[in-house]
């Protein structure tokens, strides 16, 4: 293990001083609000993610991590409670600065890599900064290309997506995440669909980006020696964290 | 290929969709064409057939004829103001001179919807030769300027268009009952027993066998000492630049001379109306034709947004905005709107060409002119890329307002 990824180095203890890419204040939430059938998921949680940390979620089935996951990403809205992302108070924003949001600071990978069939291996990873506009074409390829390097899959990047294998495809699902360089990576069980040897260069993948750029990554995953791999696990059980402890 | 350097976000995932979904596009854009080449045919069929009719109508009348205003009976008011008759008489209707025909002549050429004003002395005469008598219906005008309303000179069967002091022209029916012919001589009679001889110059044919019976033409001049009008003109006969807005250019006349005016719309009511009819006709088959484009472009992108939610979800969660992914869809419906359009006009026109070539009549004429304006394709084109767009619009709405979470889980 790398040094600034051990739990007492100073590396470690200089990160509790950054300012928090995420930070949740008794965030809770229901589903079905005002029915008969109303359901709360998550029961006032509170936690804190700073940048550079590389977090595991783990949980049964039905514990409320991707419920919580969603909601870290702007996907979702809390019922009650406070969300912070990089200092901005997300639960007065509107739908339209929540996307903004999103797509500047937030990359998501999830279980299935959900490319676009219709776009090349390099269009899938440039397509979410083109359509965010402002920037030019150029440098759009360039650093996209960059990330296809990174991901070892720049003989196919002129390949439609849909003819990579499972693995291949959740690289490219990772290097899209990254086009933004944004600060906080979430990726929903993206190892849960492939083999052994693919599962762990993915999750290698965002051990570098974690390192390299220092990129926050929670990951939720059901792999327990993926997490044990984690600087931090954090466990999601009946929609609470009994459990919030560095590896 | 890379995503073009200059090309927004939207046209490029719409194009990409649609290449995608090749055999659905085509099916589409197949639907589109067919629809858009039965408008474009119909249409210029029908505009066709209404120019030939309408052509055939004018080609012997003005379009508007002004005239003196009727006689009416004007009653006396009794002492108590109540008016005491049982039976009110209709006054005999009498030729009159119209009152400053010259200023109103004039004023009528100063609108700028009429294109010619010709003054006219009309008036039933007689035809007297040897033992027999014909009744003729005379008018007596300018020729240089009548030619521009009804062009004469395309009517001559035999002799020339010319009304010169003595000449005349008698319609062919005419000529063959009284059994003359160019270069003979009439002696034309007026009701208030003033005559003259003319010399017949021409022979016409006016495209119908009652009017060749009893028409004929001579100057104006002659027209005004013969019928005892002289100095003085009975009707202006008016062109206008557009012949569907006669009977209101008709009304704005009456308006502000406070004369006669009728307008062929008017005095030809039942034609008029069959004409709107079949103008009626052709908007709904075209509003139906439209209808169904619609609804196929609409069931076609519906079923994409299904098949597509979870790249929409996708897109989304990557910081695509709502409005970002429903002009995408809007996109699409216009572009299959368009495209489809485009080989519909190929189509329609193909289609119009056949027609003619194989609908002739006995002697290998086409039935009627039909040409096909630019505008009508022009027109198609925009009312199928509208009619995309719209048809897009409740798709679009739906994928927009997606739930990401949803979508992605799917």
Known sequence: MAQDTQPNSPLAADRLLQSPVVQLRQVRKSFNVGEPTEVEVLHGIDLVLRPGEFVAVMGPSGSGKSTLLNIVGLLDRPTQGQLLINGIETTTLDDAALTHLRGRSIGFVFQYHHLIGAFSTLENVMLPMVGLQGYPTAAIEQRALALIESVGLLPWRDVSATRLSGGQQ????????????????????????LDTQSADAVFELFRQVNRAHGTAVLLVTHNPVLASRCDRLIEVIDGRVPGDELV | MVLGRLQPFEWIVASRFLREGRL???????GVAIGVAVIVFMSALMQGLQSNLVKRVLTAQPHIQVSPPKESVRLQDAQDGALHAHRIQAPLQRFHSIDQWASVLGLLRAMPEVLVASPAVTGSTFI????????????????????QIVNLSEKIVVGQARLDAG???????????????????LLVQSPTGASNHFMIVGVLDLGNKGANQRS????????????????????IDI???????????????????????????????QFFSAIQSQSLANAAIRFFVGLSVAFGIASVLVVSVVQRSKEIGILRAMGISRGQVMRVFLLQGGLMGLAGAVVGCVLGAVA???????????????????TLHAWLLVQALLLATVTGLLAALAPALRASRLDPVVAIRG
Do not use: C
């Open chain 2, 128 to 147: 007297l030769r040897g033992a027999t008598s014909r009744s003729l219906s005379l008018t007596a005008v300018d020729l240089s300027i009548y030619q």
């Open chain 2, 24 to 30: 659905q596009s085509l099916f589409t854009l197949l």
């Open chain 2, 352 to 370: 119009l060409k056949a027609w003619l070539h194989m609908v002739r009549t006995p002697d290998g004429s086409p039935v009627f002119i039909v």
């Open chain 2, 216 to 235: 004929g033409f001579i100057g104006l001049h002659s027209g005004q000492s013969l019928l005892g009008y002289p100095g003085g003109v009975t009707s």
């Open chain 2, 167 to 185: 000449d005349i022209l008698i319609g062919t029916e005419l000529a063959a009952d009284l059994g003359v012919g160019v270069g003979d001589k």
């Open chain 1, 170 to 193: 959740q690289r490219v699902a990772v290097a899209r995440a990254l086009i933004m360089q944004p600060g906080l990576l979430l990726a929903d069980e993206p190892t849960g669909n």
């Open chain 2, 239 to 269: 062109t206008v630049r557009d012949v569907y807005a006669a009977e209101a250019v008709a009304q704005r006349i009456h308006a502000q001379t406070q004369l006669q005016a009728d307008s062929w719309i008017k005095t030809n009511a």
